[in-house]
T-cell receptor
Framework: GAGVSQSPSNKVTEKGKDVELRCDPISGHTALYWYRQSLGQGLEFLIYFQGNSAPDKSGLPSDRFSAERTGGSVSTLTIQRTQQEDSAVYLC???????????????FGPGTRLTVL | KQEVTQIPAALSVPEGENLVLNCSFTDSAIYNLQWFRQDPGKGLTSLLLIQSSQREQTSGRLNASLDKSSGRSTLYIAASQPGDSATYLCAVRGNYGQNFVFGPGTRLSVLP
């Protein structure tokens, strides 16, 4: 079946502009995660959605970052007034199919490479 | 706060060798642990998931073990191949949090 997809695959923007990154999780997965990976760094957790529960936003680095998940499926990560330090690969993962429990494997998308000039 | 480390940071071996990658975590109250590989410029591919009640998982040439009490997991790769060259990441999910904490990764190069 289809895996996690993300769009765009690459995004180049100018400092100060807003950007939206999209994640389409695996159908039926109840959990959705956003991470970012800066050059040469490990994965940094950003935000986690689980079903209809309030999202865990504890990893968002500033109030310029926000995310939505509409209808329990597609998610959009929005970065307002982008800064050069926002340049990174933004990875989305989904998991927790019904019947498997909500705390199981994560399956990752290919990521969106964001470059802020 | 959970912290995850991986040793070594980088490893280069000749083809055919068996090798072990190490992952350590500071808080043993974990729900599960997952090993991934990441190829350059790509996303993460799940390799093995070990629940906290399990001691090991096997998939093909890969074997992952978990020792919760000592805060350690190892990924054993048998008969390494050049196609195994990638960065290997371990990630730990705690009993009290829903997100994974990732280690920094081990960059593996298998030389033909």
């Amino acid at each position: 079946g289809a895996g996690v997809s993300q769009s765009p695959s690459n995004k180049v923007t100018e400092k100060g502009k807003d950007v939206e990154l999209r994640c389409d999780p695996i159908s039926g997965h109840t959990a959705l995660y956003w991470y970012r990976q800066s050059l040469g760094q490990g994965l940094e957790f950003l935000i986690y959605f689980q079903g209809n529960s309030a999202p865990d936003k504890s990893g968002l680095p500033s109030d310029r970052f926000s995310a939505e998940r509409t209808g329990g499926s597609v998610s959009t990560l929005t970065i307002q007034r982008t800064q050069q330090e926002d340049s990174a690969v933004y990875l989305c993962a989904s998991g927790g199919s019904p019947g498997q429990g909500a705390l199981n494997e994560q399956f990752f998308g290919p990521g969106t490479r964001l470059t802020v000039l | 706060k959970q912290e995850v480390t991986q040793i070594p940071a980088a490893l280069s071996v000749p083809e055919g060798e068996n090798l072990v990658l190490n992952c350590s975590f500071t808080d043993s109250a974990i729900y599960n642990l997952q090993w991934f590989r990441q190829d350059p410029g790509k996303g993460l591919t799940s390799l093995l998931l070990i629940q906290s009640s399990q001691r090991e998982q096997t998939s093909g040439r890969l074997n992952a073990s978990l020792d919760k009490s000592s805060g350690r997991s190892t990924l054993y790769i048998a008969a390494s191949q050049p196609g195994d060259s990638a960065t290997y990441l371990c990630a730990v999910r705690g009993n009290y949090g829903q997100n994974f904490v990732f280690g920094p990764g081990t960059r593996l190069s298998v030389l033909p």
